[in-house]
């Protein structure tokens, strides 16, 4: 028994590290251009996608640099044409447009591959248990908790120690000064917007080969996403980290005792924290 | 003073070509069943409008009363009493009481957070209806159950069978919604919704109570909006998860801006476009969520204001 809540407590751990990841990048975006990425998921599966098509040239590590980096340029185009008509705008037609974007994207993704779950093979000297005991650590497993916390710290070391850093957690705060300043907030945005799905084609690779490949596996982790955001509290990036492994423990846990209620325990949880603490865990006070 | 006479001869127009929509859709091409659905989802969308045209509250969760309604409405009728309108007073009952607790929850919330919080509100009855398997059919969705003909007593109507039957009964819904919701615009409630919608922080120095009344609004436009979705429960005879995933709730967003957030009959308007549009595209072909993704971005680039939108007025009503 004791076996077995540890290794939901784990495998939450894993699911909530994808949601932190994938959660990072919307919130990015929503901080600085208060726009909700509908599409994040979207992204993600292209990420995924990239990644299928990269490894037999590449390699799976090969994949793994280079995926993200097309994604994040894929994102780049989008903002350039699309997204950039949102700002500023009613919160309405940002939601829409990404939402369009998303439902394109899922279809794009099933038109040229197929709906079926495509094989997404990873290197054999992860995929083998660590030990007998702990049947459930893979190497796989351990190597994405590794790679999502390294990710997670080079952001906030980006964040906090670069000129771009400062400069989108400026514009964060005050986005008309940091203008005057004389940045250019196009390309901040622009870039930002990228540095959101350059973790969402991060996310797509790993969930890749840990869920399997198909059209759907964007959208079905863009709500749990969702969740992370409003648990940790809207606008502030450490809150999204820990919504997004709280709601991942949560959710392993529950399906232990009560499998079939592991995803609306989320919902309850995020009932729960606007019910006590309306602005989340880490949310600053009337900023929304 | 003229404009006020064309826009009851619209008023007029639209209602007459409602009451006879059976008798005039066939011979464009349509049938009457299209006709009804065109009908459910308007309902749907102009429901929606009374909080996000009127009051000016983004709510991206809809589809989760819509489909309370669709299931309270299936589930009423397949387990409990085999009635219809059991099934609606259930199916409807069921959503507002829903949107009355959620409601109180997030009715503090504003703008992009408000949004956020609706939609992930809905995935709750989502996941129920798609896990609860021995109940809710799960992902097959709910079926082995039919919409019962009415009886009054001393006569039957055979909605059942007779689709302009049933048609009716759904426009004498609709009509009935709509009214409430056209007096309740016109009322001094109405006009205070619309004080917040243009100027929440002045309607609170006024000493209007803000959020009591976007509460009231809120329920008022999900209780309409779950009947709509029993209404849809009884058209399509079925119950299916996917009638309450967040990708429905954006459906009826478009409806209401194709169509024009700030006019009345707005998401009328957008709900018949969508439906014909749909009805369409699905036959024709596989890659409609494409389609409708496609859609999605035209009407955000060009027709923001929607159709209704283009056409100049002085001020808002």
Known sequence: MTQLVLYNVFNGLIIGAFYALMALGLSLILNLSGVINFAHGGFLAVGAYLAFVLIPYLGFWGALVISPILTAVVGLIIERLLIRRLYGRDPLYSLLLTFGLAFMLEDGTRFIWGPQTLPFSIPSSLSSPLSNEFFFLTGYRLFMVLLVTAAVTALFVILNYTRLGVRIRAGTLDLETVSVLGVNVRILRNLNFGLGIYLAGLAGVLAAGMLGLQPTIGNDLIMPSFVAIIIGGLGSLPGTLLGGLLIGIASGVTSVYFPSASEAVIYVMMGLVLLVRPRGLLGEEGRF | ?317
């Open chain 2, 1 to 317: 003073m003229e404009s006020r006479t064309g826009k009851r001869a619209a008023d007029i127009a639209i209602w007459l070509a409602l009451l006879t929509m059976p008798y005039w859709l066939p011979a464009v091409g349509g049938y009457t069943q299209l006709g009804s659905r065109v009908v459910v989802m308007a309902l749907a969308a102009m429901s929606l409008n009374f909080l996000l045209g009127y009051t000016g509250v983004l709510s991206f969760g809809h589809a989760a009363y819509f489909g309370l309604g669709v299931y309270g409405a299936g589930l009423t009728i397949k387990y409990l009493v085999p009635s219809s309108l059991t099934g609606i007073a259930v199916g409807v009952v069921t959503g507002a009481v829903a949107a009355a607790i959620i409601g109180k929850l997030i009715v503090h919330l504003r703008g992009i957070y408000f949004a956020m919080v609706t939609i992930a509100f809905g995935q709750v009855f989502y996941f129920i209806a798609y896990r609860w398997n021995n109940v809710t059919g799960g992902d097959d969705g709910l079926s082995g159950w039919h919409r019962e003909p009415i009886r009054l007593g001393f006569a039957d109507i055979d909605i059942l069978h007779d689709d302009r039957a049933f048609y009716y009964l759904v426009f004498a819904c609709f009509a009935l919604a709509v009214a409430i919701m056209a007096v309740l615009l016109r009322s001094p409630f109405g006009r205070t919704l619309l004080a917040i919608r243009e100027n929440e922080r002045r309607a609170r120095f006024l000493g209007i109570p803000v959020d009591r009344h976007i509460w009231m609004s809120w329920v008022i436009s999900c209780t309409f909006v779950s009947l709509a979705g029993a209404l849809y429960a009884l058209l399509n005879n079925f119950a299916a998860p996917h009638d309450l995933r967040w990708d429905q709730s954006g459906v009826f967003v478009i409806m209401a801006v194709l169509g024009g957030m700030r006019s009345f009959w707005g998401p009328l308007i957008g709900a018949a476009i969508f439906v014909v549009l749909q009805d369409y595209v699905s036959t024709e072909t596989q890659n409609w969520m494409s389609f409708i993704g496609l859609f999605f971005v035209l009407v955000v680039l060009f027709f923001p204001r929607g159709v209704l939108g283009i056409i100049p007025r002085k001020a808002a009503p």
